[in-house]
C-alpha cells in the first residue's frame, strides 16, 4: 500500500462486561494499515468468539492498492468467511450446530478518503465539528418494523424481537453488507463499536467522550462510563481520529 499523506491515530479496547462469562467481540485497530473493525460474535460462547476472531484475522492480513481496490478485496474477505461459517464450519459438527455468525462494522482509509463496511447492529459514528453522526444504519428487526411498517421507534421496540438481527456473518448464505464512503475533514473522529457499549450510554456521552484530546482517552472515557452501570454484554469500541 501507498504511504498515506495523511497519520491517522486510533485505540481500542474489548471487555467482557459483568455478566458474561465469556468474550465474544473481537477487534481490529491498525492505524499503520489503515483497517479498524469491530466484530460481535453470536451462537454461544465458543461459536461466538470463534467468528468473530475469524472476521478480525482475516481483515487484518495485508493488502496493498487503491482505497476501491482494498474495499474490494475487504468484501470477497468477509464473503469468504461467511461462506465458512455458513458452511464448512457447520457441516463438521453436524446439523445440530448452532448458528455460528457474527456482526462486523469496519473502517478502511486512505488519505481523505474512508470508506464503512458493515452487517449487523454493530454502529459506526462520526465525530466532526462538535456534532454526533451515526452513519450505519442497524440490521435488526427493530430498524426494518421502523422502515417498512412506519413505526417510531418506540412503538418498534416493543415487539418482542425487536433486537433479533436481520443481517450478520455466518447468518444466511448470501452475505449482504452495507457500504458508506465519505470525504474525511481534519479532526474527524469515527468510533466503531458493539451494541454491549452503545446500549449502555446516552449520545451526549458519545459526544463528551469522542471530543476528548486522544483516541485512548475517548477510548478510556467510554469504558469507565460502561463499566460504572450493569455492563450485561461484552463491550467493544475503537476510535479513529485523522
Not at 16 to 31: F, P, Q
Not at 67 to 73: I, K
Not at 123 to 146: A, G, I, P, V
Not at 204 to 214: G, I, Y
Request: proline fraction near 2%; aromatic fraction near 4%; charged fraction near 25%.
Amino acid at each position: 500500500m501507498a504511504q498515506s499523506l495523511i497519520a491517522w491515530q486510533s485505540a481500542a479496547r474489548t471487555d467482557t462486561g459483568k455478566v458474561r462469562a465469556r468474550n465474544e467481540d473481537a477487534v481490529l485497530e491498525s492505524s499503520e494499515a489503515q483497517v479498524w473493525a469491530v466484530a460481535d460474535g453470536m451462537g454461544g460462547h465458543q461459536n461466538g468468539a470463534l467468528a468473530s476472531r475469524l472476521i478480525v484475522e482475516r481483515l487484518a492480513e495485508s493488502v496493498s492498492g487503491s482505497l476501491d481496490g482494498r474495499v474490494r478485496e475487504m468484501r470477497m474477505r468477509l464473503h469468504d468467511v461467511n461462506r465458512c461459517l455458513g458452511q464448512d464450519i457447520t457441516l463438521q459438527h453436524g446439523v445440530d450446530t448452532p448458528l455460528i455468525g457474527s456482526t462486523v462494522v469496519a473502517l478502511i482509509a486512505d488519505d481523505d478518503r474512508a470508506v464503512c463496511i458493515w452487517a449487523g447492529d454493530s454502529r459506526c459514528y462520526l465525530w466532526r465539528q462538535n456534532r454526533l453522526y451515526q452513519l450505519t444504519r442497524d440490521h435488526c428487526l427493530m430498524q426494518e418494523l421502523m422502515v417498512e411498517e412506519n413505526l417510531t421507534a418506540q412503538e418498534a421496540a416493543r415487539h418482542p424481537k425487536a433486537q433479533a438481527l436481520t443481517r450478520a456473518i455466518g447468518a444466511s448464505e448470501v452475505l449482504q453488507l452495507d457500504l458508506l464512503e465519505l470525504e474525511t475533514e481534519p479532526g474527524d473522529t469515527f468510533l466503531l463499536c458493539s451494541d454491549g457499549l452503545y446500549r449502555d450510554v446516552t449520545e451526549a456521552d458519545l459526544s463528551q467522550a469522542l471530543n476528548q484530546r486522544s483516541p485512548a482517552m475517548a477510548i478510556q472515557q467510554l469504558f469507565d462510563k460502561v463499566l460504572a452501570g450493569r455492563a450485561r454484554d461484552n463491550v467493544s469500541a475503537v476510535v479513529v481520529r485523522r
